[in-house]
């Protein structure tokens, strides 16, 4: 699994430990992500201990709850239903299922974790990796906790180009994810086609923007060195390595082999956002295309 998503009772966060347990356990870069269940979650945290905590250790508390926020925690998108936690979260799970609820009147690991101490038991060596099929919809599923929480997404693969055919079908996939949300996509991918001929079928990929989404492509040339190689996907929340692109490949065979996705460490985030940028300081920058660009936008 790439991403497994806890949903975590407040009533078992009692002290600044079990925050920093939190802390450790719960990263993008992990894999595992704390549901927003309810969606004042983080706020109940706060509710829970702050009373009982002296000015310096409120500034910890403080500290920790930023790092959960940036780094862990995600919408939940299901609907809270009633005052008891556990009732709710039980009857929510049914339609839409958590991977575990911790907190739970079962055991029965990985699903129910009575405590937050039996976080031991989880195996979190299996999850923040998966092997997905090489079509549009399997290669964008797995990423999609990404998509639904920053409003920026960069994509980055050399191979990518707009006159690809096989390119469109999985930003289409990946703008069924975005629904309705504001966001931008930039792609980063090498010179491949004359600027002519991508401009042409990029004018062509706009038509079928969302109007919510706008899209940015860099076109580089990284001089033969290969220093464009890894095929990533990323935001400032965390990012997934693509094992072989995000491109769903023409040849329907090879769409039925499977590649591996896997979440990216923050220092690889870090470094992947200090490369690929507007000011593309990395690899030279060819030429950019924008769907904001009026010279796109014309008819042909």
Not at 45 to 54: E, F, H, M, T, V
Not at 195 to 210: A, G, N, T
Not at 257 to 270: F, G
């Amino acid at each position: 699994m790439l991403f497994a998503e806890f949903a975590v009772n407040p009533d078992q966060i009692n002290s600044l430990d079990d925050l920093a347990k939190l802390k450790t356990s719960f990263d993008f870069s992990r894999g595992t992500l704390i549901s927003a269940f309810p969606k004042n979650w983080l706020v109940l945290l706060d509710q829970r201990l702050a009373g009982n905590l002296s000015q310096i250790q409120k500034q910890r508390m403080v500290a920790l709850l930023t790092v959960l926020r940036g780094r862990a925690v995600v919408k939940s998108g299901r609907e809270y239903i009633g005052v008891n936690w556990l009732q709710a979260a039980h009857a929510v799970s049914d339609q839409k299922p958590f991977y575990s609820i911790v907190g739970s009147d079962t055991n029965a690991p990985p699903r129910h974790l009575t405590s937050l101490e039996q976080l031991e038991l989880i195996d979190f060596e299996s999850l923040g990796s998966i092997d997905v099929l090489r079509n549009a919809q399997a290669l964008i599923e797995p990423v999609a906790p990404l998509l639904l929480t920053s409003s920026k997404l960069r994509l980055v693969d050399p191979y990518a180009c707009p006159s690809k055919p096989s390119v469109t079908a999985v930003l289409r996939a990946l703008f069924d994810v975005i629904g309705t949300k504001q966001c931008t996509v930039e792609i980063f991918s090498e010179e491949a086609a004359a600027k002519h001929l991508v401009e042409d079928h990029f004018r062509r990929l706009i038509r079928q923007l969302p109007d919510n989404v706008g899209l940015v492509w860099f076109v580089l040339n990284d001089g033969g060195t290969s220093q464009l190689h890894q095929r990533l996907l990323f935001t400032e929340r965390g990012g997934v390595i693509f094992d072989r692109g995000f491109i769903e490949p023409h040849a329907h065979e090879q769409r039925q082999v499977n590649t591996n996705l896997r979440t990216m460490n923050k220092t690889q985030v870090d470094n992947a956002t200090r490369d690929y940028n507007d000011a593309q300081p990395f690899v030279p920058c060819v030429f950019k295309l924008s769907s904001t660009d009026p010279v796109y936008l014309t008819d042909d």
